[in-house]
Each structure stands twice: as C-alpha cells, then as structure tokens.
C-alpha cells in the first residue's frame, strides 16, 4: 500500500466508522455467534502473497462483525464500559500516524509535557490538592501493581529490587473483600503471595459495603505481633461488583497510625469526581499516597488509558526507574522519563487521548454527561423497586446497583442470560453476601435517558415471560 493509497482508506475507514457508531442501537449488543464461528472462517495457514484491500476489509463486516461485542453501543449496561468518543478517536488516529515511542523526554518531548500538562488539568478538575502529579498507565491494574510493587520497596527500605524477596520479611498488605481482582494479580506479580493479601470484612449494615476499620486496624497489629511486616492498604472507591467503597478518611487514620503505604482504587468511581458533589464518596483521598481512576471506563477516552496520581512520585520512581547509559538524556536537568514512572519501557502517546477529550467537550460538558448518567440510573432504580417481586439488593452508587427477582438464584441467572441472548440491551450477574444479583451501570458515553428507560422495559418484558414459562 501506497500512501495515496492509505490516505483513500483512512477516509473510507472514517466513513465507516461514523456509519457504525450511528447505526448501533440496530445491532443486538453482545455477539451472538458460538465459539469457533470466526475461527473457522480464518484459513489455516497465512497467505504467501498480498490481498486486495478491498477483499481484506470486506472480511470485517464478513467475518469480525459478527463476532464482536459492542462495547460503545448506548444500551451497554454490563460491566464498566470501555468508551470511545470521537474526539478521542481522532486523537488516537494521529497518535497511530506519528507512531512515536515515547519512553523519554528526548525520544519525543511533546508527548511528555502534554502528559504533564493533561494530567494537571484532570488532578485540577478531580479536586486533588496541588502537589500531586500524574502519569498515564495503560490501565488500573498496571497501576495497582506499580503501587504494589512500591508498597514492597519501602517496606523492605528499597532493597527488595537488589537482594530478592527470599530471605526477607513476609509482607503483609490489606484491603477489603470487596476489591477487584487485578488486586490479587498484582500481589502475585509482586511475589508477596496470595497467602499474604489480608481481605478485611466490610462494616456490618454499611450500605456502600466498605472496610471495616476497626477489623483493619486489629489485622495490623495482630500480623505485627506475629512477626509479619505490614507494607500497605488499598482502599476501594467504587468497587466493580456493587460500587462498594470504603471510607477512606478512617482508612487513611488507621494506615496513617502504622506508617503504610496508601492506593486508593477508584478505577471507574474516579471520573464523578469531576462533580463537585460526588467527591465525599472519597473524602480523605488527599492523604493517599497513590490514586488511580481510568478515564477510558466513564469519561470517554478510548481504550488504554488510566491516570495514576502520586502525592509524592519518588518512591515510585525509586522503585520502578533503571537507568542504564542508553537510556539516559544528557544535558538536560529536571526532566521527566514516564518509563521511570511504569513498569513498561514502550509508552504510546496515550494523553493526546485525553487532550483532544477535554478540549473537545470541555469540563462542564463532561460533568452534564456524568450527572445525566447518575440521575437516569437511580431513576430506574426506583422503577424496578416499585416492580412486585424485585428486591434491590445494593443500592445505587453513582451510576451502579444491582437487583434481583425472588429468592431463586436459578432464575436470576436464566434471566440474565435470556435478556443478553435478546440483544436489545447487556448485563451481567454478580454475588452480594452469597446470592446471585443482577448488575446495572449506566454509563456508557453516548446513552441517553430513553436508551435507561428501554432497560426497564426489557427487564421486566422477559422476566415476565421467563416467570409464565415456569409456570
């Protein structure tokens, strides 16, 4: 392909694109095809010689359509959404273009100081006090462990990196029963072990479910009477299964007491914060020393994104820099290397993402975005709850709560499954305290009012119709 060429398709991919988002509502939202559909569409062995452009996009619609979930199609209601809008789009379109590897502030200063600059404007618009500094990860869980892993380092006076873990203290690090999992990933990778992640019960009767300070503060001190050395507590904002959050001012008192590191994980929670009147959910966040929330999840950049925010980035960068002479950048004092500040050296130029987003919308317009999505969920939260036999089993937090028919597992479960098979809208299940919960979030970019208002009508139509079949 020629570049006269390329630049004929960018404009026809473009096209495409556009058609695409806007006929969305017409496709069902989970893919509907059975495992190895698409598979057996792909020959067995690679092609010796080239294929016509035309042929090999075809074979998107052909082969890829049907076997793709639509994560940006406005009736998304499962999980968290990975968003994408346009002007992050565009963003990402020319970060592809430039193509640029940009591990050091030599190998391409733009992208190092628009990260700075695009991270100030996000920790100003999330009310982070001044001080805190930024650096885009690829997503929370990388995050997490780079926490983790600093959490390590300065409980073994950073010689962790140096003299391996073998013959030093058992680490001990805490957090609630209510995390996400890339939190027990991380303490894998970190070679603190499983054994060793100390899941402390959430406050009894606490409707946002968070940890139990008082049982924290007591799992401290009995693992430092036993000889463990405690290293660190993640504190949860937003927790992916009902949105659970800690309360992380009493958190910060008890880690405080001990001297431990501090990670506050507000992955999809994070981007409210953009609202003045969510930020008491973490209230405290100020003492942390490490916060992490993904704009790609609520805020609509495209996938990979995630801000990861430090009160003070030097242990982090302690822990995580390695400089030998082919990487250094002679003659310039006080710069930044984001590579120092991530476990991978590679880094895209991920914040033209977050540029073209917020200049595109500006603050305010992506805070009527997130309040519009708040309201329009606790909305339907109330007409379920008003529905004869449906129990909402954790309530709203922010734009997330989950419910239930009966008392049957069974059902619920063949309820969920008969409304994805449907395809006019997607959720998914979870366990709150052991029974089956159906999940709710509404936050995909683009939904509107009437797309939440759907939801209601298709919940309540085929948990009907399940209901007379058993009948």
């Known amino acids: 392909m020629n570049w006269d060429e390329?630049?004929?398709?960018?404009?026809?991919?473009?096209?495409?694109?556009?058609?695409?988002?806007?006929?969305?509502?017409?496709?069902?939202?989970?893919?509907?095809?059975r495992p190895g559909e698409i598979a057996a569409q792909l020959p067995e062995s690679p092609p010796e010689g080239p294929a016509p452009m035309e042929d090999i996009f075809a074979d998107i619609?052909?082969?890829?359509?049907?076997?793709?979930?639509?994560?940006?199609h406005p009736r998304f209601f499962a999980y968290f959404p990975s968003n994408a809008a346009p002007p992050s789009m565009l963003a990402d379109q020319v970060t592809s273009v430039l193509a640029a590897q940009c591990m050091l502030w030599q190998t391409s200063p733009a992208a190092t100081e628009v990260e700075t600059k695009v991270l100030d404007w996000l920790r100003q618009g999330l009310g982070l006090p001044e001080g805190f500094a930024g650096v885009i990860q690829d997503s929370a869980s990388s995050a997490t462990l780079a926490a983790v892993l600093t959490m390590r380092e300065r409980a073994l006076n950073f010689e962790g990196n140096r003299k391996g873990l073998a013959q030093g203290p058992v680490l001990r690090i805490y957090c609630s029963a209510e995390v996400h999992s890339s939190i027990d990933k991380a303490i894998w990778v970190a070679g603190i072990g499983q054994d060793n992640l100390v899941k402390v019960p959430i406050t009894p009767?606490?409707?946002?479910?968070?940890?139990?300070?008082?049982?924290?503060?007591?799992?401290?001190?009995?693992?430092?009477?036993?000889?463990?050395?405690?290293?660190?507590?993640?504190?949860?904002?937003?927790?992916?299964?009902?949105?659970?959050?800690?309360?992380?001012?009493?958190?910060?008192?008890?880690?405080?007491?001990?001297?431990?590191?501090?990670?506050?994980?507000?992955?999809?929670?994070g981007s409210a914060m953009l609202c003045p009147e969510f930020r008491t959910l973490w209230d405290g966040v100020d003492r942390a020393h490490s916060v992490v929330m993904n704009p790609h999840k609520w805020l609509g950049?495209?996938?990979d994104l995630s801000a990861?925010?430090?009160?003070?980035?030097?242990?982090?960068?302690?822990?995580?820099?390695?400089?030998?002479?082919?990487?250094?950048?002679?003659?310039?004092?006080?710069?930044?290397?984001?590579?120092?500040?991530?476990i991978p050296l590679g880094r895209r130029f991920r914040a033209l993402k977050l540029w073209f987003l917020i200049r595109g919308y500006g603050m305010e317009g992506l805070r009527t975005r997130l309040r519009?999505?708040?309201?329009?969920?606790?909305?339907?939260?109330?007409?379920?709850?008003?529905?004869?036999?449906?129990?909402?089993?954790?309530?709203?937090?922010?734009?997330?709560?989950t419910f239930r028919y009966g008392t049957d597992d069974a059902f619920n479960l063949d309820l969920v499954n008969a409304i994805n098979?449907?395809?006019?809208?997607?959720?998914?299940?979870?366990?709150?305290?052991?029974?089956?919960a159906i999940r709710f979030t509404g936050c995909q970019f683009d939904a509107t009012r009437e797309d939440v208002e759907t939801a209601f009508g298709v919940i309540t139509e085929i948990a009907a119709a399940i209901g007379e079949g058993a009948q």
Not at 62 to 70: E, F, K, Q, S
Not at 310 to 338: F, M
Not at 421 to 436: A, H, P, S
């Open 6 to 33: 390329y630049a004929e398709w960018a404009g026809r991919i473009g096209t495409w694109g556009a058609d695409y988002h806007k006929g969305l509502r017409h496709r069902p939202v989970r893919a509907q095809t």
């Open 61 to 72: 619609d052909r082969i890829v359509m049907p076997g793709i979930t639509h994560w940006q």
């Open 205 to 269: 009767g606490d409707p946002l479910r968070g940890i139990d300070t008082g049982a924290l503060r007591a799992a401290i001190e009995a693992d430092k009477a036993a000889g463990f050395v405690p290293a660190g507590v993640i504190a949860c904002v937003g927790g992916t299964g009902t949105g659970a959050t800690d309360n992380v001012a009493a958190v910060m008192d008890v880690a405080e007491a001990f001297d431990l590191f501090t990670h506050v994980d507000a992955a999809w929670a």
């Open 301 to 303: 950049t495209n996938f």
């Open 308 to 342: 990861h925010f430090l009160r003070t980035p030097d242990d982090l960068v302690r822990t995580l820099a390695i400089q030998p002479e082919y990487l250094k950048t002679h003659g310039a004092d006080g710069i930044i290397n984001y590579s120092e500040w991530s």
């Open 372 to 401: 519009n999505h708040v309201t329009w969920v606790q909305g339907l939260c109330e007409q379920l709850r008003a529905e004869p036999g449906v129990e909402i089993v954790t309530e709203p937090i922010l734009a997330l709560f």
């Open 421 to 436: 098979d449907d395809g006019r809208i997607y959720l998914t299940q979870t366990k709150v305290d052991g029974v089956t």
